[in-house]
């Protein structure tokens, strides 16, 4: 509370000033420490008002004489003077005086609190503008219409890359190098929670690949086989599968004691699991008289296999309720390719695309429909909808993989190379016409001879694989 001083000084001609209603009014004058200040005390005593400042020596007195009433002194107290402390512009000290602060440094702005805060607090902009940091004045936003999030796009800096990454050079994503994986070459990945699996040959004389798990929280790389594995590596809830030459493995996320699976053997060609079994592709030459290839099915616990689809050469598969969705060849020169459908519920079987030039390698598919590539020059990435007759082109390019093609919700990304191009193109599934370039074949560390090996969505951005070096894109510091 103010401690203050007021001396209330009678006015001459106050007879009958007092508390009766037809006394006159009782008008006062209060000394303070800005000079005399005239108080109107109504019919009642004059009672002094806190608006006034303390006095310099800190004496609370108040003289209720002069309007009638008893006298009283308050107590004495002491006024201790404030400093600016961090404060800026001008603050109140506390004993009646003003103190003059510092200023702010370039690009701030003294705030209602007398603190110092960025130009831009507060500032709200229209579509397509942003408030400049150095002005605190909104203007065309440069990196908005370039989608940049680091890096400096006419003069104007749209972010910083945290420690350990690089900005993209399309400058729409940090890029950070999560780990290398001892292998010569990668043959396969699959992500499960934030463990990404890699398989390799270390050696060209080796018989199978090596598998290794890379933690990407910690970057630790741990290897889990070693020359064993035979197929690729896929992810199946929260746990990977792959085949090796005495049977399946399971290996849970966060174990490294893969679970065998008795049922088959040899090398799957491609695996998915659905239902409570585990589809194998197996391979085959029928110009040498292997006729035991096609498409084979085991319990997810263990058990005989039984033959889903026979004639089915080194199939690729692909998964959506109740369906699954394979490319092969099927005839003994291993040159007519066929996708298809077979019903996991009844076991019907329906050819779908056959022949031509349908690569052998590739086929998505989701709720809306199923994906596939017909080579050629340009290779076209093409949509056949569940709900229409007519197949879509998506996009044209160099070529296409699907260990480099994923599906995103309502868009599919490809790494491929659009006439001079190479790079992650975004084709969104509503309007392929409107495709955007996601990151360059310099933010995937690839050329035209090299392309990565494997890429994978996550919350924050990519995750990819190049060269057998694992890297992510991560956010840039406004």
């Not at 001459?12 to 005399?36: E, M």
């Not at 569940?386 to 480099?404: K, N, T």
């Not at 509503?430 to 360059?440: D, F, V, Y």
Request: net charge neutral.
């Amino acid at each position: 509370m103010k401690v203050w001083l007021v001396v209330l000084l009678a006015v001459g001609g106050l007879v009958g000033c007092g508390f009766g209603l037809d006394a006159p009014r009782c008008s006062c004058s209060a000394s303070t420490s800005q000079g005399p200040r005239p108080l109107d005390c109504g019919t009642s005593v004059c009672i002094g008002s806190d608006s006034f400042a303390c006095s310099p020596g800190g004496q609370l007195a108040i003289s209720l004489n002069a309007c009638g009433g008893p006298s009283m002194t308050g107590p004495t107290s002491t006024c201790t003077r404030r400093t600016c402390d961090g404060a800026c512009g001008v603050v109140a000290d506390g004993c009646g005086g003003m103190l003059q602060c510092a200023g702010c440094n370039a690009g701030e702005r003294c705030g209602s609190t007398n603190r110092c805060e960025p130009l831009c607090a507060g500032v709200t902009c229209a579509t397509g503008q942003r408030c400049a940091p150095s002005t605190g004045v909104c203007m065309a936003d440069a990196c908005s219409r370039a989608s940049a999030v680091c890096g400096v796009v006419d003069g104007q800096t749209c972010g910083v890359c945290p420690g350990g990454s690089v900005c993209s050079t399309s400058k729409t994503a940090c890029i950070e190098t999560v780990a290398a994986v001892p292998v010569r070459s990668v043959d396969s990945t699959a992500l499960v929670g934030t463990t990404l699996y890699v398989t390799g040959f270390d050696s060209t004389s080796a018989q199978g690949r090596d598998l290794y798990a890379v933690d990407l929280t910690t970057k630790q790389v741990q290897r889990v086989a070693s020359g064993t594995v035979l197929s690729p590596v896929r992810a199946s809830g929260q746990t990977v599968l792959w085949a090796e030459l005495n049977g399946l493995r399971r290996l849970q996320a966060g174990s490294t004691t893969p679970v065998p699976i008795t049922g088959t053997t040899g090398q799957c060609t491609d695996l998915v699991e659905a239902g409570g079994f585990i589809y194998c592709s197996i391979g085959g030459d029928p110009r040498f008289g292997v006729s035991s290839f096609g498409l084979r099915r085991i319990p997810s616990a263990g058990g005989p296999f039984t033959w889903t689809k026979q004639s089915l050469n080194r199939a690729r598969l692909a998964f959506v309720a109740p369906f699954i969705f394979y490319v092969g060849t099927t005839d003994n020169f291993a040159s007519f390719s066929h996708l298809g459908a077979v019903d996991t519920t009844d076991g019907m079987d329906q050819v779908l695309v056959s022949g031509g030039s349908l690569q052998s390698n590739f086929v998505l598919a989701n709720r809306q429909g199923f994906f596939f590539v017909e080579s050629g020059t340009p290779s076209k990435l093409t949509q056949a909808p569940f709900d229409s007759p007519m197949e879509r082109v998506l996009l044209a390019g160099d070529w296409f993989d699907r260990s480099s093609t994923v599906l995103q919700g309502d868009d599919i990304y490809a790494v491929t190379k659009v006439g001079p191009t190479l790079g992650l193109w975004r084709v969104p599934l509503s309007n392929p016409g409107s495709r955007t370039l996601t990151l360059t074949a310099a933010d995937l560390q690839a050329t035209d001879q090299e392309r990565p090996e494997a890429i994978h969505p996550q919350s924050s951005g990519w995750l990819f694989v190049t060269d057998s070096v694992v890297y992510r894109t991560v956010g840039a510091v406004q």
